[in-house]
């Protein structure tokens, strides 16, 4: 990291506003922005600072080798977007259409191999009227208004975000550079200075070697950081500034989608959303959205407060996709891309400090994601605008971005908005799950159904307080000498526990096709087409090798979209393997020990760092 | 001396990307091509690099790169080539699917080179790829080589090294593994790369920065190209047959995977 790095000559150059990360809320703001820079006559609204004469010099800066390389099947009801757009034809951004359809259905477990408790029973009973035998499911017949996304539309991110960037770029004011991470705000007491990039031409472990450039210092009046919630740079200010009193990140969850084609003949018409409930585990929610074109955008999420310390992500997607609910659509279709994200699900109770001297904070790292109507996209987008249209302002009346002016406008508009309105009544509403899932999902209709007035109670614990030992989660299933058996027979090949705890529980062997179920590493090479460039540093470091040798269970490993991390054998720090990780931040919460100098923080450290998916239709 | 080197490059789909022929109401074409991410053309990108480092260590020397592709596309690409080598964009709009005439091509890009305002013909490099990702030859940069009257010519260039007296040594790929060295007394002339020897530079912000004050306007000047498609026709597109089989072995030794992936290749 480069505070333990010996000082070197770095380049500097100046821009007017620098922004990380080019996701949905950076594509709001610099929308917002780029149309407003010049004034009808063709002057700019305001003299840049740093290149005097011209307009305002606006650079954004995307770790990821292209800007459509994020991850997320997006429904959302896009009223943010909408406004932005307002003659928005989806048939002009790839991948697109307006929601159709939309249905919830219980999945019953066709193995008996799941966890289910009393209350969740108690549910699946409760939806036998409603069960259909031949695909294992009750549909529910009522789907509560915070749920429904009618009218919506259905996007990829990735081009979503291919098409709001060219429109951007054309304009021909505001830059983009992907291919750039960002390695640390520059912070100069209270104020952030700018951001710092990333060295190239080092090794591994941080060290110069040869083509040696370090990171260059880009300074700006204003740093927008929206790099999401496992940004370096967010993560970093958090750290240098604390998170306001009472809020903290403590839910999280990792999305692992697909895009697939449709085998013909399948009858899901475009626009149709399915989210599913109960199966594979009850934690583990799923959803499929079809494209246009015979696509679909299929894909589960699986949440921090799955207490299972072994808990997989692909696994437990091969098993969803292979549910008859899911099945009878899926099956011969092919995996065109593939991919994972970090969810940060704390939503407005993990706000932090949105502005402060010279940076605003906006998006997903910004507390947006609506946890109860599961929205965020939209949401992180309307956060952007909002950002963009308060620096237009003071951009015109010639004032500082200093920490009160941009109170006073971004701040202010967003907590009049219905962006705070909605988080406000979303903020409660998953604190349920943190007791269970029967729990979770009664706490959630009742904060939607009376509008945040009522909620369950929870008790929100670290990510790492949580995670449970292997003999406590699989007690009365699996006998601790068996567990003991499996750890002895894996760790010395360097694999992971969870197939053999699955396959004990009767998980069925994956049989795969070599199209749709393909093993984890085809899913890295064929459908997110992973790359990582040469001369950065490993970006996911273990901040105290000592708590990892008294780690009870390697969950980091376990989790990992891609198989980047793996358990070593010769040693109690697990191995990483930087050209396979997808970025997804998975590992910076799934870690049973708390970091040596930040208890709300984990053991693992995710920094800057280079390459992850090479794919643009997620 | 120094040199005029101009680039003949454009962008291909990411060779990662599952690319799927079909016939399109123009003719074949690339299933989904304005949704997959692009690249510079890797051949393409050899010739760059080369050209930003020979004009680095030849004082006055400038580098252009003559593009003729799809103008949103060209605009994304651009933005990770410009990090990587200073060099001024001239665009022309027109697709690069890989399935448009060469000789068009060669015609289009020779336009394009001759609409250089400041441009030194008697200084003049061209350069290009041996090999193209989406055109499968050489031929577009031979071609433009002939337009421009440029009668030195080298395919499957690996090393160019200028002598103390401005002559020039030229490494080239030929048949059976060989290579032949030829010296060059001046420029002009035209050399399709191979690989070369330098490797992907970093990206460099400032780079960047300097780049984007030809790039921005070069493309939103960009005239559609000329192609005709006269006297050309695609009779046959398919894919390369891929096989792929997947399964898992826990106790193989090397020697016995190695083994079975010699009988698998041969079938």
């Known amino acids: 990291m480069s505070d333990q790095q010996p000082e070197v000559e770095r380049m500097s150059m100046e821009a007017d506003i620098v922004c990380v990360g080019y996701g949905p809320a950076t594509a709001g703001f610099l929308t917002t922005l780029g149309r407003a820079l010049m004034n009808e006559d063709g002057t700019p609204i305001a003299d840049s600072a740093s290149m005097p004469g011209m307009p305002p010099q606006v650079i954004c800066y995307e770790r990821a080798d292209d800007i459509g390389f994020g991850v997320s099947g997006i429904v959302t009801k896009g009223r943010g977007i909408r406004q932005s757009f307002p003659d928005l034809d989806l048939s002009q951004v790839p991948m697109a ?268 790292g910004s507390g947006t994601t609506n946890v109860l109507t599961g929205s965020g996209v939209d949401e992180a987008w309307t956060s952007g605008v909002q950002l963009g249209q308060a620096v237009i302002g003071l951009l015109r009346e010639g004032k500082n971005f200093t920490k009160d002016n941009l109170e006073a406008s971004y701040v202010t508009t967003r907590r009049a908005s219905w962006l705070e309105e909605e988080a406000r009544i979303a903020e409660k509403s998953r604190d349920g799950f943190t007791k269970g899932t029967f729990r979770g999902l009664i706490g959630m209709a009742l904060s939607g159904l009376t509008k945040g007035a009522l909620n369950l109670p929870g008790d929100p614990k670290r990510p790492h307080e949580r995670i449970l030992t292997l003999e406590e989660y699989y007690q009365g299933k699996i006998s601790g000498a068996r567990i003991a058996e499996i750890k002895k027979a894996t760790k010395p090949n360097g694999q992971t526990m969870h197939d053999a705890l699955m396959d004990e529980l009767g998980w069925p062997v994956i049989n795969y096709d070599g199209s749709l179920l393909v093993s984890h590493q085809d899913a890295l090479l064929l459908g997110g087409k992973v790359q990582a460039n040469h001369g950065y540093a490993d970006h996911v470091l273990f901040a105290d090798a000592k708590k990892c040798s008294v780690c009870h269970s390697p969950v980091c490993a376990e989790v990992c979209s891609g198989q980047a991390i793996t358990v070593n054998p010769d040693g109690p720090v697990p191995l990483f393997d930087r050209e396979k990780c997808v970025h997804c931040g998975a590992c910076m919460w799934n870690c049973t020990q708390a970091h040596p100098k930040d208890a709300e923080k984990t053991n693992v450290e995710f920094v800057a760092g280079s390459g992850g998916l090479h794919s643009a239709e997620n | 001396m120094s040199y005029h080197i101009v680039v003949c490059g454009s962008i291909v789909p990411d060779p990662l990307q599952v690319l799927e022929p079909i016939v399109g109401p123009t003719g074949p074409a690339l299933k989904n091509e304005m949704m997959l991410p ?86 003049m490099l061209l350069f290009g790829g041996w090999q193209s990702a989406s055109r499968g030859t050489g031929a577009t940069i031979q071609m433009v080589g002939e337009r421009l009257g440029i009668v030195n010519q080298f395919q499957g260039v690996d090393k160019l090294t200028v002598n103390a007296d401005g002559s020039m040594d030229i490494l080239e790929r030929i048949e059976g593994g060989s290579y032949l060295t030829s010296r060059l007394s001046s420029a002009p002339a035209a050399m399709g790369w191979a690989t070369g020897e330098l490797p992907e530079p970093p990206n460099n912000p400032q780079v960047g920065m300097m780049n984007m004050k030809s790039i921005m306007p070069a493309l939103q000047q960009a005239k559609p190209a000329q192609l005709t498609g006269a006297g050309f026709k695609v009779e046959n597109v398919a894919q390369p047959k891929v096989m792929r089989q997947t399964r898992i072995e826990k106790d193989m030794s090397t020697d016995a995977i190695a083994q079975e992936i010699v009988a698998w290749i041969k079938g």
């Open chain 1, 97 to 364: 259409c307006e929601v159709t359809e939309e249905k919830i259905a219980y999945l019953y477990d066709p193995y008996g191999a799941s966890r289910k408790s009393m209350g969740m029973k108690l549910m699946e009973t409760a939806l036998l009227p409603f069960k259909k035998g031949e695909t294992l499911s009750a549909e529910l017949p009522y789907i509560p208004p915070f749920l429904k996304k009618h009218p919506g539309m259905l996007l990829s991110m990735g081009q979503f975000m291919q098409w709001t960037g060219a429109e951007v770029m054309s304009q021909g004011l505001i830059q983009i550079w992907p291919g750039t991470p960002v390695a640390e705000p520059l912070i100069e007491g209270t104020r952030v200075a700018g951001v710092r990039l990333a060295d190239q031409g080092v090794k591994k472990t941080g060290e110069p070697d040869t083509g040696f450039m370090p990171g260059m210092d880009m300074k700006a009046r204003l740093t927008v950081v929206g790099d999401g919630p496992v940004g370096p740079i967010g993560r970093k200010l958090d750290q240098e500034f604390g998170l306001p009193r009472g809020k903290h990140q403590r839910e999280w969850a990792v999305g692992m989608k697909m895009v697939v084609n449709l085998p013909e003949g399948c009858t899901l018409k475009p626009g149709t959303v399915l989210h599913t409930i109960g199966f594979p585990e009850p934690e583990i929610f799923g959803f499929l959205y079809v494209y246009p074109d015979n696509m679909a955008s299929l894909g589960i999420f699986v949440p921090s407060w799955f207490d299972c310390p072994v808990r997989t992500s692909y696994r437990y997607l091969q098993h969803w996709m292979q549910h008859p609910y899911i099945w009878q659509h899926v099956k011969g279709g092919t995996m065109r891309s593939w991919g994972a994200k970090s969810l940060q699900e704390s939503g407005r109770r993990g706000e932090p400090h949105l502005v402060g001297d010279g940076w605003a904070r906006i998006g997903e």
């Open chain 2, 38 to 123: 692009a690249v510079l053309d890797p051949w393409a990108g050899h010739a760059l690099f080369e050209a930003a480092n020979l004009a680095k260590n030849v004082p006055n020397s400038k580098v252009w790169l003559v593009a003729l592709g799809p103008k949103a596309k060209l605009q994304q690409v651009m933005m990770s080539v410009a990090q990587k080598a200073l060099f001024t964009l001239v665009a022309a709009d027109g697709p690069a699917s890989g399935f448009v005439d060469a000789f068009d091509t060669a015609a289009a890009l020779t336009t394009a080179i001759e609409g250089i305002a400041d441009l030194d013909r008697d200084k």
